[in-house]
């Protein structure tokens, strides 16, 4: 593997503004730059993020002393995120293991982990996640957007398939590991219909997913916009898609599914039926009270 480029960083581990709103995460940790898994929907591409040369992965320079540090200072325990801009598990990551060893520090320092990823790397580092899950919470989080593995090649061109990421789902709910879906984007006039949306709650089930969290829609903006344009005319010339977009969206961020509406209220009955949780509250009280539970006997005992 040739030599990744890396990037000046002074801190990696930072406090969110509201951990309540997104997961309980009480703090970020980006530890790449970039992403090489071509998804032709991703909001990070936009350039308010002021990423250069979005599809070349760079690492942050010194990020495991950093990410020891930061820790070091933190004075309140909580759960540490990742995945939110860059996917931690691209594939330099196999040989890297700059993820890995992030996560170890994680442990060491007996912090919680949430990772969002689409990569089955993950399965990789079980064993870190079962480390961390005897004294914090985890909560992993496997962004699915479609169940149909060849329009799954071509709008995540670079990345594992749905199939190959249901069988990671699979394999880490059967090692104890709080796990479940991001169902988002669903991309308006390709994804927001109920047979893509009943198929993947119902391999869910199958694999043992604990949660499922949706947005039935999309953001575009400046650039991005453009570029997931480009796409579309390339990936689907038959389909007059990026008319339909225009003529509904026209410049605004945010471009709800037109079927929204129907999609939750199938949704939401589907997921019933099932004992797989969807409301954000939910999933972050079954994720953590266990480990608030302990707390409390533990507080308990010392009384």
Known sequence: MKVMETIYAKTIVTKTKAPAQWFG?????????????GCIYCDSR???????????VKVKENALQIIRDDLRRKT????????????PYNPFEKELQVTRHALELCDAFEFGVAVATKSSLMV??????????????????VTVTTADDDLAAKIEPAVARSSERFRMIERMSAAG????????PVLPFLEDNEENIGEIIRRAEAAGARFIYPAFGMTLRGNQRDWYYKKLKSLFP??????????????????RSPRAKKLWEYFAVECQKRGIVYQMQDIISQYKKPYQLEQLRLFDEMM
């Open 238 to 255: 038959d389909q007059d898609l990026v008319e339909k977009y225009r003529k509904r969206y026209g410049n605004h961020y945010e471009c």
């Open 46 to 56: 936009s350039d308010c993020y002021g990423i250069e040369a979005f599809d070349r």
């Open 76 to 87: 309140r325990r909580g759960v540490v995120g990742t995945g939110a801009m860059s996917d």
């Open 25 to 37: 995460i009480d703090y970020n940790m980006n530890i790449y730059k970039g992403c090489c898994h």
């Open 177 to 184: 590991l709080y796990t479940g879906i991001l169902l988002m």
């Open 124 to 141: 990789r580092d079980t064993d870190i996640y079962q480390s961390i899950a005897e004294h914090s919470p985890v909560l992993l989080k």
